[in-house]
């Protein structure tokens, strides 16, 4: 079962490398660049064939250790 | 020797290659600022140093690699100037795509700057003549991201065209092959983790990355 | 809440404001303040900016010599190394944002203040950090350990100025309260030091670096509110810091510093904009008009109160001569950096504040700073602890074992993990660092034989259990390991950590530590050139040790002439200088083996200490010194443990009985 | 206009950062984790009402600068 977590940065919390990609896209003359945001897409590979007991874990280990709840968010998906 | 320094935003060993290469072969080295297009054609060597161009963000070197200054670094590897990229200079120059491979984060998962014992395993190379015998050569190393990598294939056709130039002889990071420093086909571009700017005087722990410059004298 | 809310008690409490100092607003405005002006009031007259409840005794220590160009009061003292070459250097705390979030606590900590050094046109050149966790089976001590090491690599690494030295411990009283210290030494040429005075009337203030966010909002006031446990709540959006933009600003800076249009110049420290333009203003009695809507903002809606308070990182605020404006701007365009004209001096000695046309603030400058209050908090002399002498503890066991024991613990052993993490040699300067055996780390002057000594130092169970000969501890020790590296010290700045200042024991601490600090720094003429205090230090009411760190920086004429602890060759004698009574209150060894940490900590012989480092500076000039080690935790023992090590051979000692 | 630029190791590529996270996730209790993969999610936000043309350019933005195409695969997904 493939399960994907999407962990972003929350609204506000400065992206440091989300700016400077921004910049270097500019340079390049990509200039209708208004904002870029760097999270990370994080897939698990689990050994569990019930989606909702699946889903549930991965929740779990977002919120133990993939995530840092104070500066960012979570989203879990279920790829099947 | 006539020697260039390229300087990113972000490059913090751009100085210490001034002084090593000064102090090792009293070389005559300009500062070169990236947003610069020309790079003059009677350069000996030009110089990618180390550092956190762009503040390593994306990916070490990705950003540096693309700027003003990267077609005139294409423009003088393709006619034969020498070229030495240390740490961070070694990702641009892969990421540039004169060099094979990639340097991704040390198996470690933490920046690790220690000393390392290097095997001097190609020392006919424009940049290891000096060496000589000696196949020993401490220098160290000061990154996060320098766990070098390429595919079964690419190790194999380094390795039978003995372009590794350097290996670790523990390794540090994970490396495929141990790897520490390669050169291209022609010869003229190294890339290579280890600092051999903070290695060219005894007082600094080792003087054994002064022989990279010599070597270049005797060209 | 606009800023026409009204104000009410709770609002007021809220901001940290006490009723009494509230009337002192009321009476320099004539009129009660906006909700925009009191939030002004509150972080200018917060602990952290104001030092109110230690600023009448900090004026106890000695902050001046032959040496000092500039003392305390500036963003980092100044001391003369000769040859027209000066070090600046300070030491700030960042503990309380790295308990809430490690990686980037720690990080803006080393951020804030390597800007307080190349503000006054110094480049940085070498980093050192004092950390304290809880003990090493507490729940949280790993997962900060892991975050505060990993941020100040980060952010150091990456801006490229070695960290060479520092030390760590672990102890129950850190458990909730973390201390992340951290120190910046940098070089200037003597004629080309700024500072935050020097303003003129009608010049335009000029802001640089990153856009404005809503980062770490009641930050300065929050740095001195003590924490409970699930401290969620006061979590303020948390301050990232950009190593890049960092490493940007400091060439921009130290460039825009080879012109002449600077008249004054701060970075934007804690209470960000705020602090910067009074600090500025008042020093030279001026007025300042900002207009509010042209402070570059990274996120919109955001309204004078934030932008005012807000401490997003990597910004700088500078007053320039009238039309050379532009020679800033072109400079900052080459870096990339943000760049705006965001107002002008005035004479009125007010701050004037204007947004989308409206004036938003009013107030007098003055009282933001000479009126700060300056508490005198009652305190009470803590009682002292009795001698312990190793008679009454009667016999360890085996001495070996005991050794074994002392290096294997937390505080003793070796921090490899930590400093292999920090890149020690960028600059190509550093002759001894954490891996060496030396009491100090030695940076070269760059092109010179000269080499700055460097070194973190404190023992908290001295200082708890006698304060004011823990406090002259703290700066003879200090004082040793400079002089261990042959070099001659020169000044110190300093981290005092203590707990509620609303204590009497706890402020009882504060007191005799300083008392016994400024008296050992006048005997050993190695004075106090800057300096932070960070007090409400404790949790659930339980406070940490009292730990006024010291950071000593000395200069070795010849490096060639400096010593380690280790290099010692075959045949070599050893002597042991000093004289060591029998006392084990508050030692490692106690706590270690017998597990107790009462106990009266050494008494400090300033005038023995001044003799003996003097005999050995002499001495090494001879080059009679082949090693010199400062005896410390672990005493004895210890100090030939370490020295075997360092020199990878082995040494015997007799006892004479 | 949002889009959205997934960049993945490509298979066969080490990825020492999903390792040590698959290790950690073990330490937690969580067996079930086979396999660990971490990539980067680049949330752009350009100035452009077009979709397929704003898609063509972030395909570019990928090439040129987002993905390093030797070691790296990349999709993007216009979310409007």
């Known amino acids: ?80 | 020797m006539k020697a260039a320094v390229i300087v990113y935003p972000g490059s913090n060993c751009d100085r210490d290659c001034k002084v090593a290469a000064e102090t090792a072969v009293n070389a005559d080295v300009k500062m070169v600022w990236h947003k610069e297009t020309h790079l003059s054609d009677d350069l000996d060597l030009i110089i990618i140093p180390g550092g956190f161009s762009y503040g390593d963000y994306l990916r070490c070197g990705a950003m540096a690699s693309v700027s003003p200054i990267n077609a005139e670094i294409l423009r003088h590897a393709e006619r034969g100037t020498s070229i030495l990229g240390i740490c961070n200079g070694f990702q641009i120059l892969c990421e540039a795509g004169l060099l094979e491979g990639t340097l991704l984060r040390n198996n470690s998962l933490k920046y690790i700057c220690k000393d390392v014992m290097l095997d001097v395993t190609n020392n006919n190379t424009r940049f290891t003549k000096a060496y000589g015998n000696q196949t020993k050569a401490m220098m160290t190393v000061g990154n996060g991201e320098g766990n070098y990598f390429a595919d079964d294939d690419t190790i194999k056709l380094l390795e039978d065209e003995n372009r590794i130039v350097f290996k670790y002889l523990e390794n540090p990071n994970g490396s495929k092959g141990d790897i520490a420093g390669i050169i291209n086909k022609k010869g003229n571009v190294l890339g290579m983790m280890p600092h051999p700017d903070r290695a060219f005087a005894k007082e600094l722990g080792s003087d054994d990355g002064a022989n990279v410059f010599k070597s270049l004298m005797q060209l | 809440m606009t800023n026409n809310t009204e104000i009410t008690p709770e609002i007021i409490a809220e901001h940290g404001i006490k009723p009494d100092e509230y009337q002192i607003i009321l009476d320099r405005l004539g009129r009660a303040p906006n909700l925009l002006e009191l939030g002004i009031f509150s972080v200018m007259w917060s602990e952290h900016c104001s030092y109110k409840s230690s600023r009448r005794h900090l004026s106890k220590f000695p902050v001046s010599g032959p040496l000092v160009i500039q003392g305390p009061g500036e963003n980092a003292g100044v001391i003369d190394i000769g040859d027209n070459q000066a070090a600046i250097f300070k030491m700030e705390s960042h503990n309380h944002p790295s308990f809430i979030e490690p990686y980037q606590g720690a990080a803006t900590g080393v951020g804030g203040i390597m800007r307080d050094v190349f503000t006054m046109g110094a480049r940085p050149v070498a980093l050192a950090n004092a950390l304290r966790f809880g003990e090493m089976e507490n729940q949280h001590t790993k997962r900060l350990l892991n975050g505060v090491v990993a941020g100040i690599g980060g952010y150091g690494n990456c801006v490229g100025v070695p960290t060479v030295c520092g030390e760590t411990n672990f102890h129950a009283s850190y458990n909730g309260n973390i201390l992340v210290n951290a120190m910046c030494v940098g070089l200037a040429e003597q004629d080309k030091i700024f500072y935050s005075r020097g303003a003129k009337v009608g010049s335009p203030i000029v802001y640089f670096g990153s856009k404005t966010g809503r980062d770490g909002i009641h930050g300065a006031t929050m740095a001195s509110a003590e924490f409970d446990v699930d401290s969620d709540e006061k979590r303020p959006t948390v301050q990232v810091g950009d190593p890049f933009m960092e490493k940007l600003l400091i060439e921009a800076t130290l460039e825009l510093m080879q012109t002449d249009c600077i008249e004054a110049i701060q970075d934007m420290g804690a209470a960000g904009l705020t602090s910067s333009s009074v600090e500025m203003a008042g020093k030279e009695g001026l007025g300042i008009v900002l207009k509010m809507n042209d402070v570059p903002v990274r996120e919109t809606h955001m309204t004078p109160y934030e932008m005012m308070l807000s401490e997003s990182q990597e910004r700088m605020l500078a007053i320039i001569k009238p039309g050379q404006e532009h020679i800033a701007e072109a400079i900052m365009q080459k870096w990339d950096l943000d760049y705006a004209v965001i107002g002008y001096t005035t004479d009125t000695g007010r701050m004037v504040l204007e947004f989308d046309g409206e004036v938003v603030c009013d107030i007098p400058v003055g009282p933001l700073s000479s009126d700060a209050p300056n508490y005198d908090r009652p305190w009470v002399k803590p009682e002292v602890e009795k001698p312990v002498t190793a008679r009454e503890i009667g016999e360890l066991g085996d001495l070996g074992d005991a050794l074994l024991k002392i290096l294997a613990s937390p505080d003793i052993c070796s921090k490899r993990w930590i400093w292999e993490q920090y890149d020690r040699h960028v600059m190509a300067d550093t002759l001894a660092d954490s891996s060496h055996a030396s009491d100090a780390a030695l940076v070269r002057v760059h092109g010179t034989d000269k080499a700055l000594a460097i070194t973190c130092d404190c023992t908290p169970l001295y200082v708890k259990n006698d304060p004011y000969e823990g406090g002259k501890q703290v700066v003879a020790e200090s004082y040793r390991n400079i002089i261990a590296t042959g070099a001659t010290p020169i000044a110190i700045t300093d981290n005092l950590n203590f707990g509620s200042p609303e204590r009497p024991e706890i402020m009882g601490q504060i007191v005799m530590a300083i008392e016994g600090m400024a008296e050992a720094c006048k005997v050993l003429e190695y004075p106090v050139v800057s300096g932070n205090v960070s007090l409400y230090n404790e949790t659930m009411g339980t406070p940490i040790l009292p730990t006024p760190v010291v950071g000593g920086v000395g200069l070795i004429k010849n490096y060639n002439d400096a010593i380690g602890y280790g290099g010692i060759n075959e045949g070599d004698t050893i002597i042991l200088i000093g004289n060591t009574t029998d006392n084990m209150g508050a030692t490692t060894a106690m706590k270690v083996l017998v597990g107790r940490e009462d106990g009266a900590p050494p008494k400090v012989d300033l005038v023995l200490e001044k003799q003996t480092g003097e005999t050995i500076l002499e001495l090494n000039e001879k080059g009679l010194i082949e090693a010199c080690h400062d005896l410390s935790n672990g005493g004895l023992a210890l100090g030939l443990a370490k020295m075997t090590m360092g020199s990878d051979i082995g040494i015997v000692g007799q006892v004479q009985e």
């Open chain 1, 1 to 80: 079962m493939k399960i994907r977590v999407d962990v972003k940065l929350k609204n506000g919390v400065l992206d440091p490398q989300g700016r400077a990609v921004a910049h270097a896209l500019h340079t390049l003359g990509f200039d209708e660049v208004a904002d870029v945001r760097i999270g990370k897409a994080i897939e698990l590979e689990v050994n569990e064939t019930d989606k909702e007991k699946a889903k549930a874990r991965a929740v779990e280990m977002a919120q133990k250790l993939l995530a840092n709840l104070v500066i960012e968010s979570y989203t879990v998906e279920v790829l099947g």
